[in-house]
């Protein structure tokens, strides 16, 4: 039995390297790879892992080592960061998911338990899917990144009563009140855990540990905590992937979790293909044959509910509409915790396994799908937003109370149109009222347009992408366009309607990544500032001050960088050096500062007599004498004890005489 469960450990691990290796080179999300390798290989599939029990013991490992790591990450700080959104839109996703989803299983003849459980699994949305497509596509920290994370942040805070509701779901119709108390009397002895373990147990014992300086057994001690807390709440009947979850959690809370955060990180990606291959598995391959259209048609019809109920909670919050359609396609669909509620109430007997296979195929196909409707997402939500919508609607209800519309600007000519008020977006505002340049804002965030005009500030609300938005803030008489926001798609949508809408307006874009520059520079803009060659751009300059290089030279340099639309930095080639050759100043010159010691032979002789530049090929530049700098001196300055000279020559050179000033050294 040990040498078989090894051997499918092995082949679980090599699968999932084969999987993300692949993935990564056709640019799909992993985890959809994950999903459909496990399938391929479970015991349905190709037969590669055929013994059932040694499956789920690895997806319980998996998740296990899965939801320790989301648990490190989880932080309640969190949620103080963007209350409203977590708190209220979470509530109305999760709630109204589970109330719409009862009502149609009750209508189809399931029990009420299950029916009400349906709608647990089917509330639950995907992390991971999400937040990594999100990033790679730099939008994590956007609208749609930060409302995607809250909501699916008050999600996984549910999943917590959730598993624990199962045994009080099994004893609906039968001493129900009995159940209720075990319940509450399980979850205040969690909380008490989590509690007492956060505020003191766990940080004496990782203090005592942290001494030791030792980073094998922090490691150890680390996912040692996992599975005590872990086998703790097994042992209460509860679920080990629950407990695993709150090790996480209490670990997250104390001041060492960056540095056991740093210690799992590396194991993530190990962690979440040992998952997702094992539950790709658990998927009975001959009972989604059997009804496919059944299970595919559910999980269209999940999906597309999933997104009006998302849509309609971010609008209630105040989000604009365009945000909540971007957000309800991103987690849409049915999430890692859905897979723990399923195993949760099929080994508690509330799913028969019939109905546990079917909620469990639905989920795999709902997390392929992820992946292509956010690619979809742009086309989608820019066909909504050309309907003919109330403002209310568009903005987000309840949103735009205390929001005026300033005069318009479409008599105006050679101002600046801002879209976006975030850090570059402010910078822009304030060099322009500094200059004395008459700008308008255009803000998507009604909260920001609310405050902003109460101190004056000439902003208006609205989507830049929209024609009727440019217009009125004088699109056509404006000279420059600054695209200051951090969502690329808006960016590129942004910028193709205002060259439509003025051929003549001078278009400059930020972006944070480079293959955003190209399409940009396509859809008409004059300068695109991406930030990671900026910061190239920055640093090198720096460096190229250090070796003494003419400032012309490198203003030259970096202009030229710049009009080339980065090429240098895009291609690479030596052959790109239109800038000029600049090896010339690189020639390994160096400035030091070196201290002149009592036993020194230069102590007390003038520079003329010393002959530094003519016998030792270093030019004295200046010198410090105590508080006393001397620039630029002359023959007859006399070098004493305790003097700093501050040289310049080649690295060599400045290093022998450094020697004779002093010795001792």
């Known amino acids: 039995m040990t040498q078989s469960l090894l051997s499918n450990m092995v082949l679980v691990f090599a699968l999932a390297i084969a999987a993300m290796f692949v993935c990564i080179r056709l640019k799909i999300p992993t985890i959809v790879g994950l999903l459909l390798v496990g399938v391929l290989a479970g015991p349905s599939g190709m037969g590669l892992v055929a013994v059932s029990n040694e499956i789920e013991a690895i997806a319980d490992i998996g998740v296990v080592l899965l939801l320790f790591a989301i648990g490190l990450e989880f932080s309640l700080k969190k949620l103080l960061r963007a209350r ?7 509530f109305l996703q999760v709630f109204i998911t589970v109330g719409a989803v009862y009502f149609v299983a009750i209508s189809t003849g399931l029990g009420r338990a299950e029916s009400l459980f349906a709608g ?5 949305s995907s992390t991971a899917i999400a937040m990594k497509i999100l990033q790679e596509r730099g939008e994590i920290d956007g609208p749609v990144g930060s409302s995607s994370l809250a909501i699916s942040l008050f999600q996984d805070m549910m999943s917590v009563p959730m598993v624990l509701s199962i045994p009080l779901l099994l004893g609906v119709e039968d001493n129900a009140g009995a159940h209720l108390g075990v319940f509450f009397l399980k979850s205040s002895g969690i909380i008490v855990l989590v509690l007492i373990g956060a505020r003191w147990i766990v940080p004496a014992i990782l203090y005592q540990v942290t001494r030791t300086r030792s980073r094998e057994l922090f490691l150890l001690s680390v996912l040692g905590l996992c599975g005590a807390i872990a086998w703790l709440t097994s042992r209460v009947e509860l679920s080990l992937a629950l407990g695993a979850f709150l090790a996480g959690l209490i670990i997250s809370e104390s001041e060492y979790s960056h540095q056991a955060l740093g210690s799992i990180l590396p194991f993530r990606d190990v962690f979440t293909g040992f998952f997702f291959i094992s539950v790709g598995m658990l998927l009975d391959v001959n009972y989604f044959l059997q009804y496919p259209f059944s299970i595919s048609a559910l999980a269209i019809g999940v999906v597309a509910l999933k997104i009006v109920i998302i849509t309609i909670a971010c609008i209630m919050i105040g989000l604009p509409l365009n945000t909540g359609v971007l957000t309800g396609l991103a987690i849409s669909n049915i999430g890692e915790f859905s897979f723990v509620l399923i195993r949760a109430g099929s080994s508690s007997g509330l799913l028969s396994d019939d109905t546990s296979q079917f909620f469990l195929a639905v989920t795999v196909i709902s997390m392929i799908l992820a992946p292509f409707l956010m690619a979809a997402s742009s086309k989608v939500s820019s066909l909504i937003l050309h309907l003919p919508l109330a403002d209310g609607l568009r903005a987000g209800l309840f949103s735009l109370s ?17 879209v976006g008020y ?6 822009v505002a304030r060099a322009a009222s500094i200059a004395g340049i008459p700008y308008l804002i255009i803000e998507m965030n009604p909260d920001t347009v609310r405050r902003e005009q109460e101190r004056g500030e000439h902003i208006i609300f609205g989507s830049a992408d929209q024609e009727a938005v440019l217009e009125y803030a004088g699109i056509t008489g404006a000279r420059v366009l600054v695209i200051a926001i951090a969502d690329p798609a808006a960016t590129r949508q942004v910028t193709a309607v205002a060259r439509k809408s003025n051929p003549n307006i001078y278009i400059i874009a930020r972006t944070r990544y480079l293959q955003e520059v190209g399409p940009l520079y396509d859809l008409g803009a004059d300068e695109v500032i991406p930030e990671e060659f900026e910061t190239s751009v920055e640093i090198f300059t720096r460096v190229l001050k250090k070796y003494l290089v003419p400032l012309d030279e490198i203003r030259r340099f970096t202009q030229d960088i710049r009009s080339g639309g980065y090429e240098l930095l895009r291609g690479m080639r030596d052959s790109a050096r239109s800038c000029g050759d600049l090896s010339c100043y690189l020639a390994g010159e160096e400035v030091a500062a070196m201290r002149v010691s009592a036993d020194s032979m230069f102590a007390g002789k003038s520079l003329a007599e010393i002959k530094m530049r003519k016998d030792y090929e270093v030019a004295v530049v200046a010198v410090r004498r105590e508080t006393l700098v001397i620039s630029n001196p002359d023959g007859d300055t006399r070098i004493l004890a305790g003097d700093v000279l501050i040289a310049f020559g080649t690295p060599d ?13």
């Open 84 to 90: 409203r959104t977590v708190i209220v839109g979470g």
């Open 422 to 427: 975030g850090i570059n977006g402010k910078n």
């Open 402 to 418: 205390g929001i005026h519309s300033p005069d318009s600007f479409q008599k105006k000519t050679g101002h600046i149109v801002v």
């Open 120 to 124: 647990f699994v089917i509330s639950m």
């Open 653 to 665: 050179r400045v290093a022998a005489v450094a020697a004779l000033l002093n010795p001792a050294e």
